[in-house]
């Protein structure tokens, strides 16, 4: 069985071709990130490491006997320029072509600092994991950095630079969109995570455009537009790869059938996420493991989601049964890492499933740190789940109980004094 010696990135994308599949097929067959394919094709003589080198080798092994056909077909009829001619004419003149390419300013004008885009990749992660920050300082930081790449893609024409400059402005932008939302600017909010997809689709990121439509998704939920949230979900999934992506896309989609009072289908969807955590689990997701932070959905989320889901259905213990679930790992990371957002989100949820379930203790016990905050801690997120507790506090039984009603006075308390930080 033939084989290759050496794989460049031209034989890489030789064999993309034959198998007939696109960047992002290609590389999550391969198991590797798309920019790695683009990659490729803007520097078809490169040559893999070893480990893409192996992939490669045992790609080829396990593909069908029509692709290796091909891909063996369009290898015989590349003839390396210059060997048509033995009196030495051709090969002169390819040198002097490659002498001027070496020496293109035109390419040397258009090539940037690696260390720069690496710098820039960094902070986004840095900023996403930066859960104990202050929204408006994360906005403010996702912004200088959206710029700073926005700059350089004004330098460069590279596809791979270009690309993974792309990605850097998409993420920065999702972390914009989601700040903005919690800061209370909901029309800014949506703006943003629009952006942010058609961005993720031009960097042919698969992971990210599916992250940004579950943004949208989110953001549809809080309109309480659960219709349009689903069909971002649909539009989600046919470009969502398999394991935490699809974990993700279906948990916000069970608030979704959970808004519209469609109780078997949270319980599907909620099943069904169930398949792709095993999925997960053998498949690593590139944008939570090299970015993380908002970008990671993990245990804690998927919890808090499907809590969030049975409070809307207003079954209040399994509200509580998720919600607790949601604490318990937020609250094993490490103090620098905990999303104090998320964890007193989380705390009202608990909150309002022990008003379904008729303990007004335990929901006032709940809410106590969550009550104490400082304004800068505030966002729209705690606000809009705090509405829903002083709401439920003026249903029946409570609307006749004093400590229900001093409760009630503290939360409006609350909401009064918070109000969203301008975009400047």
Same mark, same amino acid.
């Given at each position: 069985m033939a084989t290759v010696d050496r794989w460049t990135g031209k034989l890489a994308c030789s064999l993309q071709v034959a198998s007939r599949m696109t960047n992002e097929g290609f590389a999550g067959w391969l198991g590797i990130a798309t920019r790695t394919v683009a990659y490729w094709h803007s520097r078809p003589d490169t040559v893999p490491g070893?480990?893409?080198q192996e992939l490669l %080798?045992?790609? #080829?092994?396990? $593909?069908?006997? /029509?692709?290796?056909?091909?891909?063996f077909e369009t290898l015989s009829r590349v003839q390396p320029e210059g060997i048509a001619g033995?009196?030495?004419? $051709? #090969?002169?003149? $390819?040198?002097?072509t490659a002498d001027s390419v070496a020496n293109d300013s035109l390419l040397m004008s258009l090539a940037?600092?690696?260390d720069s885009i690496v710098? #820039?990749? %960094?902070?986004?992660?840095? #900023?996403?994991? /930066?859960?104990?920050?202050?929204?408006?300082?994360?906005?403010s930081g996702a912004r200088r950095l959206r710029d700073e790449a926005r700059a350089l893609v004004e330098r460069t024409r590279r596809p791979v630079e270009l690309a993974d400059l792309y990605v850097i402005i998409g993420q920065s932008t999702s972390l914009m969109a989601s700040t903005a939302f919690d800061l209370g600017h909901w029309n800014e909010s949506a703006a943003l995570a629009r952006a942010s997809t058609q961005y993720a689709d031009l960097a042919g990121h698969a992971s990210l455009k599916a992250w940004t439509y579950g943004l949208q998704m989110t953001l549809a939920n809080w309109r309480n537009d659960p219709d349009s949230a689903l069909s971002y979900f649909a539009r989600a999934m046919r470009a969502a790869p398999a394991g935490e992506p699809r974990l993700r896309l279906r948990y916000i989609a069970s608030r979704s059938h959970a808004l519209l009072a469609d109780s078997d289908s949270v319980a599907a969807v909620l099943e069904a996420a169930q398949r792709d955590r095993e999925s997960a689990a053998d498949r690593p997701d590139e944008l939570a493991t090299s970015t993380g932070g908002e970008f990671a959905f993990g245990d804690g989320r998927a919890a808090a989601c499907a809590a969030a889901a049975w409070l809307d259905l207003r079954n209040g213990e399994q509200a509580a049964r998720y919600a607790r679930e949601a604490l318990q790992v937020y609250e094993a990371l490490?103090?620098?890492?905990?999303?104090?957002?998320?964890?007193?989100g989380t705390q009202i949820d608990v909150a309002a499933a022990h008003l379904h379930m008729r303990?007004?203790?335990?929901?006032? %016990?709940a809410l106590s740190t969550v009550l104490d905050l400082p304004s800068q801690k505030r966002n729209v997120s705690l606000t809009g789940r705090l509405s829903r507790i002083e709401r439920l506090l003026s249903e029946s039984p409570w609307d006749r109980d004093a400590d229900a009603r001093q409760l009630a006075e503290r939360i409006a308390a609350w909401l009064s004094e918070t109000s969203a930080r301008p975009l400047t």
């Open positions: 070893s480990a893409n %080798e045992a790609a #080829l092994g396990r $593909v069908s006997d /029509s692709v290796r056909s091909r891909f033995s009196d030495g004419v $051709v #090969l002169d003149g $390819v040198s002097a940037l600092p690696h710098s #820039l990749q %960094e902070n986004v992660a840095l #900023l996403a994991r /930066s859960g104990g920050m202050a929204a408006f300082d994360v906005f490490p103090s620098p890492r905990r999303p104090y957002s998320q964890i007193n303990d007004k203790d335990g929901a006032a %016990e």
